[in-house]
């Protein structure tokens, strides 16, 4: 039987990315290391020639005018986790990432939103003295999802 609470997935997207090369970037990580799907709140994607994979025909990709939106379609038991250097956040080397999540990152230049962090399950950063790259963000917190660790 196919239990939905038991099996694992991870969607990763952004809110309002600047730059569209960063979106390509992340969306050629994403498919290499197994998100079940990619998703734009606000800001749309367009094709970019970094996404080599072409990564947004071969899984699925959501588009969300506004975070309400984004959130009124979380997966039902989806965990929202917030990428952001935050002093709430957990760190990265000892989070233990959610079997069913969606992770969400901020805008290169402004972060997540107050309002968004407030509705995100759990927060997580990484030891950076400043921020990274979003694609670069994303790409470690994929990478992370996928060693030997514990699943919450």
């Given at each position: ?77 989806a965990r929202l986790v917030g ?70």
């Amino acid at each position: 039987m196919n239990d939905n609470f038991i099996n694992e997935y991870f969607g990763i997207g952004i809110q309002n990315g600047k730059t569209p090369e960063n979106l390509g970037v992340l969306w050629r990580s994403a498919q290499n290391l197994g998100a079940t799907f990619i998703f734009t709140i606000g800001n749309r994607y367009a094709k970019q020639a970094c996404d080599t994979h072409d990564a947004i025909k071969a899984i699925p990709y959501f588009h969300y005018d506004t975070f309400e939106a984004f959130f009124e379609n979380l997966p039902k038991g989806a965990r929202l986790v917030g990428v952001e250097l935050n002093e709430k956040a957990s760190d990265l080397e000892t989070f233990e990432h959610p079997r069913r999540c969606v992770y969400i990152l901020g805008a290169e230049d402004h972060g997540l939103s107050k309002k968004v962090m407030e509705k995100c399950h759990h927060l997580v950063k990484f030891k950076s003295v400043k921020s990274l790259n979003v694609a670069v963000a994303g790409t470690i917190i994929m990478y992370d999802r996928n060693l030997a660790k514990p699943r919450s």
